[in-house]
């Protein structure tokens, strides 16, 4: 029973202790983070927007440059991830760490999916002549910009934009599949996480769903509109 309470302990703050946000610290410090994460991002999103209208030109359409079927199935498996991730947390809440381990392995693999198909998008831009700086010259997309086909003006902008917050996210979802096959192999796999404790699953999970949502709304404004 002592051992237990220790345990339960781990989850809730101890009593008796002056009531506060009745969260544990690592949560806490999670959530903390993840505010800088939303002011960091919305830094990005706000200047992309602020460029993007504010340019002296057209801005290049999206189903040119960009491959937008590729990169909704990609989006389509982060929301999967997410959802395996719910599934994980969902299993450990309810004393199942076999389904709880299968379900985070699920989210693992999603995630790396995911990193893997940006790759592959970012070699296939690169050689059609797609750089952060712009346009390659003698490139596939050169061709186009001498025929009309993409503004000339703004081709610079575009590429350092979708270079920059595609690039962050994509860093964000591989620290994120790092963390957790961290937890996965040291945690998770030898038994450690108990209905009674399951923090790091619930702070793991918190940083993979504000990813997720971050990626909804760049697939929105970069791929979308």
Known sequence: M???AATVDQMRPPYPAERGLDVYN???????????EVMFFAALIGTYIILRFG??????RPGI???????????????CSSVSMVKAYAAIQDGDPKKMRFWLLMTILGGAMFVGIQVYEYIHLIERGFLPS????????ADLVAKGTLPAATMG????????????????????????????LTKAL?????????????????YWHFVDLV??????IVYLI
């Open 65 to 79: 440059v960009l491959n937008i079927k590729i990169t909704a199935f990609n989006t389509f498996l982060l929301i």
């Open 2 to 4: 002592t051992h237990a």
């Open 55 to 60: 340019a002296p030109g057209e801005w290049a």
């Open 190 to 206: 030898p038994g450690k996480y108990t209905q009674q404790d399951y923090r790091g699953i619930e702070t793991v999970g918190l």
């Open 26 to 36: 690592t949560k806490l410090g999670m959530w903390v983070f993840l505010a800088s």
């Open 134 to 141: 712009g346009v390659r010259d003698g490139s596939e997309l």
């Open 215 to 220: 990626w909804i709304i760049l697939f929105t």
């Open 157 to 184: 902008l575009y590429g350092s934009t979708f270079f920059t917050m595609t690039g962050f996210h994509g860093f964000h979802v591989t620290c994120g599949v790092i963390s957790m096959t961290y937890l996965y």
